[in-house]
């Protein structure tokens, strides 16, 4: 009986010791990627299984502390395990896991926000019915990884309290994501990024505020509240423009200072024009010289306040508003924008000039913007509606 179990013994630790050394020779990567791969094979079984969040997460948890106890974090960087591992739990798991938060250090941290950062917007762009809750974990693990950056490495990292900033506003939590676009601009007063989300935050809330008023009996307090946030965003704007008029005025002025400043410009001159104040939105446009970087920002700002609410603007002048925004398309199209945010842009200049046209008589031209719109987006609606009214008329 005892040779039958020491040669059993003797059996196992010689496919053992065989094994190993098939291991040595084996390299690192491969063995990386094979162990990631069997954890992603199992937790997929484990789902078809229809087995628990707990289980599918225990067994990441152990398979990850396995890894790292295993291999040098270099290693596991190097081979992206990490940003493997997240991509499996945020596809099943919706609490942030503290194995996978605390993997990150001063020195690589910075790198393991970015891929988060990529995998989140990689699953903004394949968005489907089906992968809302991979988002959802994904948004939540991203925060988590923030505030775990903010409270353990760095506190002043600034695209952690914009990246909470962001979070906060999508949740309409407006006062929240201020408290961290204040703290950005505290960290690096310079931050255009924080000045910009932080004046904008106010913008949001108002629209916010006036899509959800339903109620009669609550309007006299929404817009209570809405003249103190257009208040305070004044006084902001004021003083932010102060700084950024002084910058772009500099003989060493960049050409970033001075579409810094074209942007506050525009800004400031959206919120007067909404509150009516359109001398005054008009004076801050005239302060802005032609030799500007994206000066279309400008000429669009013009067009856009002299088609405004003809009932009380004593400037309204279609013809002038058509000719600026011919002015911003011309000035548009050099530039050569063709991403998405550039068709964006190029069709908030082409929409209001066609229905300026069409205001003013001139539908031939109007047509000829809608088509020209529509070889841009052929989904835009509101370019095939008012084409359809041009035909039908």
Request: with cysteine; charged share 30%; hydrophobic share 35%.
């Amino acid at each position: 009986m005892l040779k039958k179990i020491f040669k059993h013994l003797q059996s196992a630790l010689v496919s053992l010791f065989k094994r190993n050394k098939e291991q040595e020779n084996i390299p690192v990567n491969e063995l990386l990627s094979e162990e990631a791969f069997a954890l992603e094979q199992a937790v997929k079984k484990a789902k078809e299984e229809n087995c628990g969040e707990d289980i599918i997460k225990k067994k990441i948890e152990e398979s990850f502390c396995k890894m790292t106890d295993t291999y040098p974090k270099k290693i596991l960087e190097e081979n992206y395990i990490w940003s493997r591992i997240v991509k499996l739990a945020t596809k099943f798991i919706k609490e942030p896991l503290t194995i996978l938060l605390a993997f990150a250090d001063e020195s690589n941290y910075k790198t393991l926000y970015k891929s988060t950062v990529d995998l989140l917007a990689h699953r903004y762009r394949n968005q489907t019915p089906h992968s809302t809750d991979k988002i959802s974990n994904t948004e939540n693990f991203l925060y988590a990884f923030c505030h775990y950056i903010l409270d353990n490495i760095n506190p002043t990292d600034a695209p952690s309290y914009f990246m909470l900033g962001e979070a906060e506003e999508k949740k309409h939590d407006f006062a929240a994501a201020r408290k961290y676009y204040e703290q950005l601009v505290n960290i690096d007063s310079a931050s255009f990024k924080g000045i910009v989300s932080l004046i904008s935050s106010y913008t949001s809330e108002v629209k916010y505020l006036l899509a959800e008023s339903h109620e009669k009996s609550s309007r006299h307090a929404v817009n209570a509240k809405i003249r103190r946030l257009n208040h305070e965003q004044q006084k902001l704007l004021e003083r932010h423009l102060i700084i950024s008029e002084h910058k772009a005025c500099l003989p060493e002025a960049s050409e970033e200072d001075k579409l810094a400043h074209l942007t506050l410009t525009s800004l400031a001159v959206r919120l007067e024009r909404s509150l009516g104040n359109y001398a005054k939105a008009f004076s801050l446009l005239e302060k802005i010289p032609e030799d500007y970087p994206e000066i279309y920002r400008l000429y669009l700002e013009k067009a856009m306040l002299f088609q405004f609410k003809p009932y009380e603007n004593d400037r309204y002048d279609l013809t002038l508003a058509i000719m600026y925004f011919n002015r911003a398309h011309k000035a548009f199209l050099p530039l050569k924008k063709n991403d998405k945010n550039g068709i964006v842009t190029l069709k908030s200049i082409l929409m209001p000039l066609a229905n300026a046209y069409h205001k003013n008589g001139m539908d031939d031209n109007a047509l000829h913007i809608c088509d020209e719109i529509l070889r841009i987006d052929k989904n835009e609606y509101r370019a095939q509606n008012l084409k359809n009214q041009l035909i039908m008329a």
